[in-house]
């Protein structure tokens, strides 16, 4: 799988490690339900960017830590990469849905 963003954020030391644990574990829950996937309809794809949205909604803003645009931009590249990891068209996938691929997070997240 990608390297998850955690691991520069450890690196950095600004984050606390509770709060990377929980974005660990969404992440992680994340590569196993693509992973799960095998050849996946359009729904069954962005019913996981969906899940993995709404656990990072939950997590942000705990143990006063909250994602800031940097965390933001390599969540949703992490979030790209993955799908395209496990062989989903990340662009073709948008443009079926009549969106930017940069807005295939935007219907759920709050962050």
């Known amino acids: 799988m990608i390297t998850r963003p955690t ?9 606390p490690g509770s709060f990377l644990e929980r974005v660990d574990q969404a992440l992680l829950a994340f590569e196993a339900e693509l992973a799960a996937l095998g050849v996946a309809s359009d729904q069954a794809v962005m019913a996981a960017v969906e899940h993995v949205v709404v656990a990072l ?19 949703c590249e992490y979030i790209d990469g993955a799908l395209a990891h496990t ?25």
């Open 7 to 15: 691991e520069s954020w450890r690196r950095l030391g600004t984050v």
């Open 57 to 75: 909604n939950r997590i942000d803003g705990t143990d006063g830590h909250d994602f800031d645009t940097v965390d933001r931009e390599e969540l």
């Open 87 to 111: 062989g989903i068209d990340v662009e073709a996938l948008a443009r079926r849905r009549g969106i930017d691929p940069a807005e295939l997070t935007d219907e759920w997240r709050d962050w």
